[in-house]
């Protein structure tokens, strides 16, 4: 890459990341939701924790999807990253607006949660687009676990944060497929082990943080 694409990349890359983590996040997809029923306040608590976590997820996806896209090699990935990486924005988005609901707030440490993420994508997309795309296949069905265990967690009339998770789950669901029609590999084993044991850090401290 010419020494100017890659620092208006990478120009581009710190903005997006300030927008990220310190502008209003904005969904371009409508998701229509009920009312919330009356929930107690210790309800509403756990829902926020379970909440706040889902958006420190998607904070940490912003960050590792850009990393890899900043330094894929085609064009091709570089597009299925970016798209992915704005659909994460519309969770993001939701996420967002649904702690607002609750009077809660993001984690604290989501500027931890994206700068590490955007290291770790652009280590990944530096070891190759094959390899670059087999880390997201691997993301993305260890996201689809989480949420999956979001959503047994979740109250059962709280039909509101759950509409929003399953939709987030079919989004992870089609990027992981996407990245493994288009040539993603299986990732060697100490690796996949590693991820979920940064996710249970992260998404234990996210509950509370």
């Known amino acids: 890459m010419p020494r100017r694409g890659l620092l208006d990349s990478l120009l581009s ?9 310190f502008a209003p996040s904005r969904s371009s997809r409508a998701l229509p939701l009920p009312p919330d029923p009356p929930m107690t306040e210790p309800e509403k608590r756990h829902i926020a924790g379970l909440i706040r976590v889902d958006h420190a997820g998607e904070v940490a996806a912003q960050g590792l999807y850009r990393g890899q896209a900043l330094l894929s090699r085609h064009d091709a990935t570089r597009e299925l990253l970016r798209r992915a990486a704005r659909e994460e924005g519309d969770h993001l988005a939701w996420c967002e607006r649904r702690l607002s609901e609750l009077g809660a707030r993001p984690s604290y440490l989501n500027p931890l949660w994206y700068a590490g993420s955007l290291t770790i994508g652009a280590l990944a997309g530096a070891l190759g687009d094959e390899l670059s795309l087999g880390f997201v296949s691997e993301t993305e069905r260890q996201v689809e676990g989480h949420l999956a265990a979001h959503l047994e967690r979740l109250p059962v009339a709280d039909v509101r944060s759950r509409q929003i998770l399953q939709q987030m789950k079919s989004d ?5 497929q996407a990245a493994s029609t288009q040539g993603g590999t299986e990732l060697p084993p100490p690796l996949p082990w590693l991820m979920r044991s940064v996710a249970r850090i992260m998404t234990g401290t996210a509950y509370w943080i």
Do not use: N, S, Y
């Not at 890359?13 to 300030?18: F, K, Q, T």
């Open 13 to 21: 890359v710190a903005d997006e990341g300030l927008r990220t983590l």
């Open 172 to 176: 992870e669901l089609a990027h992981g």
